[in-house]
């Protein structure tokens, strides 16, 4: 029920959304590379896959959302995937609109941007901790105490020992040791990743209400009631995405936590 | 892609709508609208959403609701295309539901201490033949081309060469990360899943949409590899051209008087 149809909202609001998605769109394009294109276009065909499973729920099935996890992962360039998703379910499925497809887009996109904006830093700081986290519990076997220098010292020995035939016994018990410790992802760091998800999900979909019933607020206060039950609709879909996200988040962290640093790896290239 | 199943059924194993229908144009029925270049159809439907959504007449709305009916018929939008209209209609009955009791006016009914306006009844109709008119105006005009040619239209027309880029490339990949979804969703269903509503199912299906991002992201990584190969220089080489022909201006001409009569009439 994210889709709002046309012949419901008053024209200020329409031309506000479209001004509105027109620039951020604008903006996000331009950030966009063309060597990026296929890869946004082909995380944006998974997001748009993803978000027509049915996911039950009690007795019915909601479909999610996603923007939140959008915005978590792809940052600006969450923004023309949403407009394209929405494009596509207008024309085809009749799911909203097409002079809505301004406010619509603003409704899904602004909270993505928040996600973005907020939570994205947060879980880059966890992965950039991920390595140091990860000899921490290497360290935990050597009895000094002092995490972080001993782990710096340790990948150093490593190292240094790599190369040396005459290290030969040191090399082959810490290269391997070495290398679990940079691969392993502490139960907590887990925790950390699943609750960055849940916050992205529960602020993405509480955002998007609270922008879907602002619009129809704004265009009329007869719609204060329909306005309030679509808002109630929202609080179940809220938990179940905040759920899920959590759950892509931490099993990405676990699987491919290249997905959670895009914008780096685009640095590398 | 011959099973269309409704995007409402729940607990199916199916992706909602059939995504193989993004390809080709709706192809369900024939389609007699074909003959207009697909420019004079985008724009067509535009001034048509823009004077639905602009009346005010409960009868106009009518009167655009029946005239949105012909052109989907004449597009070849098919009886079981219009299932996807009932999340629409959800949303709609919502709003008749809730607006007669908010808009003030001559009660219609009495229900307690609330009144039934009949005013909000007919802005709820007026909003539910608007809203239902835009949508058929798009199934018919827009939807019936097929997505392929509706973006090269949209290029045509200046949207923006990254955004139709963007779309076309999407438009590819949603068939292909449909059928990769389809294959996992098969391999669970072949390992008994049913999705209910309990912690292993919401850990599944999380990590359904977890791997299918995974391999996008791969996938991604080698449509990008092929392309640089093939010398992708992030131009848009449209492969489709269209001929604008006498009949699209006709059309263009014949549309626009029709669409002011019937502003001219909802406003007097």
New interface residues.
């Given amino acids: 029920?994210a889709?709002?149809?046309?012949?419901?909202l008053s024209a200020p609001v329409?031309v506000a959304g479209a001004l509105v998605s027109t620039g951020l769109?604008?903006i996000a394009?331009r950030k966009?590379r063309?060597?990026?294109?296929?890869?946004?276009?082909?995380?944006?065909?998974?997001f748009?896959?993803?978000s027509?499973?049915?996911?039950?729920?009690?007795?019915?099935?909601v479909?999610l959302l996603l923007n939140g996890l959008m915005g978590l992962?792809l940052g600006w360039a969450a923004l023309?995937?949403i407009?394209?998703a929405l494009?596509?379910q207008?024309?085809?499925?009749?799911?909203g609109?097409?002079?809505v497809l301004g406010v619509n887009t603003m409704n899904l996109a602004l909270p993505a941007l928040a996600v973005a904006l907020l939570l994205r830093p947060l879980l880059q700081r966890l992965l950039s901790l991920a390595p140091r986290q990860g000899s921490s519990v290497l360290a935990q076997a050597v009895p000094v105490a002092p995490a972080a220098p001993v782990a710096s010292a340790d990948s150093a020995a490593a190292v240094d020992a790599g190369p040396d035939p005459d290290a030969g016994e040191g090399a082959t018990v810490q290269t391997p040791a070495e290398s679990v410790a940079e691969d392993f992802i502490s139960p907590r760091q887990r925790h950390q990743a699943f609750g960055a998800g849940v916050a992205a999900g529960v602020l993405g979909v509480t955002l998007t209400a609270v922008m879907l019933s602002g619009s129809l607020l704004l265009s009329g206060?007869?719609?204060?009631?329909?306005a309030r039950?679509?808002a109630i609709t929202f609080v179940p879909l809220a938990l179940?995405e905040g759920?899920?996200t959590?759950?892509?988040v931490s099993?990405?962290l676990r699987?491919?936590p290249?997905?959670l640093r895009l914008e780096v790896m685009r640095h590398v290239h | 892609m011959a099973e269309l199943p409704g995007p409402k059924r729940a607990d199916s194993d199916q992706v909602g709508p059939a995504l193989g229908l993004f390809d080709q144009a709706f192809d369900e029925r024939s389609n007699l609208l074909a003959v207009f270049d697909p420019r004079a159809r985008v724009i067509i439907a535009a001034l048509c959403a823009i004077t639905v959504v602009s009346l005010q007449s409960l009868s106009m709305a009518f009167l655009a609701l029946c005239g949105a009916i012909l052109l989907a018929w004449l597009g070849g939008v098919s009886v079981r295309r219009l299932g996807y209209l009932l999340p629409l209609e959800l949303l709609m009955l919502v709003l008749i539901l809730t607006l007669p009791f908010s808009v003030p006016g001559a009660p219609l009914l009495q229900l307690g201490s609330f009144a039934a306006s009949a005013e909000g009844l007919a802005l709820a109709l007026l909003i539910l033949f608007k809203a239902n008119a835009v949508v058929l105006i798009l199934f018919g005009l827009v939807g019936a081309i097929g997505a392929g040619p509706t973006v090269h239209a949209l290029a045509s027309l200046g949207l923006s060469t990254k955004l139709c880029q963007l779309l076309l490339l999407t438009l590819r990949q949603i068939d292909l990360v449909g059928a990769e979804y389809r294959r996992m969703r098969l391999a669970m269903r072949a390992r008994a899943f049913v999705p209910r509503s309990d912690r292993h199912s919401w850990r599944a299906l999380g990590w359904l949409i977890g791997m299918l991002l995974v391999r996008s992201l791969a996938r991604g990584q080698r449509v990008a590899d092929a392309m640089r190969c093939r010398g992708f220089d992030g131009q848009l080489r449209l492969l489709q051209r269209f001929h604008w022909q006498r009949g699209d201006t006709l059309l263009l001409f014949g549309a626009l008087p029709l669409l002011a009569g019937l502003l001219l009439v909802d406003s007097s």
């Fill in positions: 029920m889709h709002i149809p046309d012949g419901v329409l769109l604008a394009l966009l063309e060597a990026d294109l296929p890869q946004a276009a082909v995380l944006a065909a998974a748009f896959v993803s027509l499973i049915s996911v039950p729920l009690g007795p019915s099935s479909h992962l023309p995937a407009f394209v494009l596509l207008a024309v085809f499925f009749g799911f609109g097409l002079l206060e007869p719609f204060a009631p329909a039950v679509i179940v759920l899920l959590g759950i892509v099993f990405l699987v491919e290249a997905l």
